[in-house]
């Protein structure tokens, strides 16, 4: 079975109690639920992460070369700082799918800028957490595609 990892960068973890006007009142919990089950009803199995730091993003980056065909990624507020993960990225030679919850394009300057945009392969954002269910279709299209 195909694995796709789905990493979190840092306060996704307060999801459903953190500024609950921009990224809902769904945890983390409910987030991983959702994506396991449309990827379980397409074949596929997750690996879910989420971490407050920023070396072990780049860990879990690491850990999905070689084993999966996808990641999705949020890495929240690293998005617009960390080359550390934009490298660790293009070292993963799969599909990579860059998830925003809200749409970064239409908040502040600062996080108008992505680092990891410039190595994913298709960027959503704005949608909210079906960014991920959408993110989820969009690797599964691709397999049937191949
Ligand atoms: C975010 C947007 C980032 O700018 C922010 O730092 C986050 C979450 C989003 O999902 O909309 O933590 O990645």
């Known amino acids: 079975m195909e694995t796709i990892h789905i990493l979190n960068g840092p306060n996704l973890n307060l999801l459903g109690m ?8 769904k945890t983390i ?3 991983e639920d959702m994506c396991r089950r449309r990827a379980s009803e397409n074949g596929f199995q997750v690996v879910f992460k989420q971490t407050n730091s920023e070396s072990t993003l780049v860990d879990f980056i690491q850990e999905a ?5 996808a990641i999705i990624i949020n890495a929240a507020a690293y998005t617009h700082t960390s080359i550390a993960i934009l490298d660790a990225l293009k070292s993963f030679a799969g599909y ?6 809200s749409d970064i394009s239409k908040r502040e ?11 994913a392969d298709l960027v959503i954002q704005g949608l ?3 960014g991920y269910i959408e993110a989820i ?10």
């Not at 953190?18 to 009142?25: D, F, L, P, V």
């Open 96 to 101: 990579v799918v860059e998830v925003h919850i």
């Open 18 to 25: 953190r500024e609950t006007n921009i990224y809902g009142h």
């Open 109 to 119: 300057e600062f996080r108008k800028f992505s680092f990891v945009s410039l190595r």
């Open 65 to 69: 070369i070689g084993k999966s065909s």
């Open 29 to 31: 919990n409910d987030l």
């Open 137 to 146: 279709d969009k690797v599964v299209e691709k397999k049937v595609n191949k």
């Open 128 to 130: 909210g957490l079906d």
